[in-house]
T-cell receptor, first 113, second 114 residues
Framework: NAGVTQTPKFRILKIGQSMTLQCTQD?????MYWYRQDPGMGLKLIYY???????DKGEVPNGYNVSRSTTEDFPLRLELAAPSQTSVYFC????????????FGSGTQLSVL | AQSVSQHNHHVILSEAASLELGCNYS??????LFWYVQYPGQHLQLLLK??????LVKGIKGFEAEFIKSKFSFNLRKPSVQWSDTAEYFC????????????FGTGTRLTIIP
């Protein structure tokens, strides 16, 4: 039972580079989320999706893009990486929203130098 | 702005000690409250949650939390901690029912000394 799978686990980018953080879940969950966690800070919501084809901004969406073409996948794209995007990124999913338990991935440690 | 505060950044306890981690939020309306835990090397996972009813909720591994509406608090407790409770603990609040924006606190790192 894989749950929520994130790749890669670690990545170093140069300023201005782009990359996609992958997230896939095998639990047929409708809701998926991307959070970032900075040292000494709580998790901040970047984007979320309530179903395939539907996405919405969270608290800190600037510099990121998402898509949800399938129920399983919710990739997060960084177009022009900046040092401020150095963080740990977590993908999460749930069947019916934040009123239910969120299942988290193991995280992606991203450094932008 | 709606916020969640966890004032204890790092707590160090000996095994068998009692634990209380504070969580306060800044909103007077209806809230859903959660505690998540991240054990070393593991995913974040739900410890317990409160929606309505009995303000004392019990979660996994002997943890419990009490919702005190008048104090805007949802403190996490455990009467006797174990070394395996070493982890980072996050309080989270959903400030508006149906809103998907779960607001997390900054987390409390708990270290248990054997």
């Amino acid at each position: 039972n894989a749950g929520v799978t994130q790749t890669p686990k670690f990545r170093i980018l140069k300023i201005g580079q782009s990359m996609t953080l992958q997230c896939t879940q095998d639990m047929n969950h409708n809701y998926m989320y991307w959070y970032r966690q900075d040292p000494g800070m709580g998790l901040k919501l970047i984007y979320y999706s309530v179903g395939a084809g539907i996405t919405d901004k969270g608290e800190v969406p600037n510099g990121y893009n998402v898509s949800r073409s399938t129920t399983e996948d919710f990739p997060l794209r960084l177009e022009l990486a900046a040092p401020s995007q150095t963080s740990v990124y977590f993908c999460a999913s749930s069947y019916s929203g934040t009123s239910e338990k969120l299942f988290f991935g193991s995280g992606t440690q991203l450094s932008v130098l | 702005a709606q916020s969640v505060s966890q004032h204890n950044h790092h707590v160090i306890l000996s095994e068998a000690a009692s634990l209380e981690l504070g969580c306060n939020y800044s909103y007077g309306g209806t809230v859903n409250l959660f505690w998540y835990v991240q054990y070393p090397g593991q995913h974040l996972q739900l410890l317990l949650k409160y929606f309505s009813g009995d303000p004392l909720v019990k979660g996994i591994k002997g943890f419990e939390a009490e919702f005190i509406k008048s104090k805007f608090s949802f403190n996490l407790r455990k009467p006797s901690v174990q070394w395996s409770d070493t982890a980072e603990y996050f309080c989270a609040v959903n400030f508006n029912f149906g809103n998907e924006k779960l607001t997390f606190g900054t987390g409390t790192r708990l270290t248990i000394i054997p």
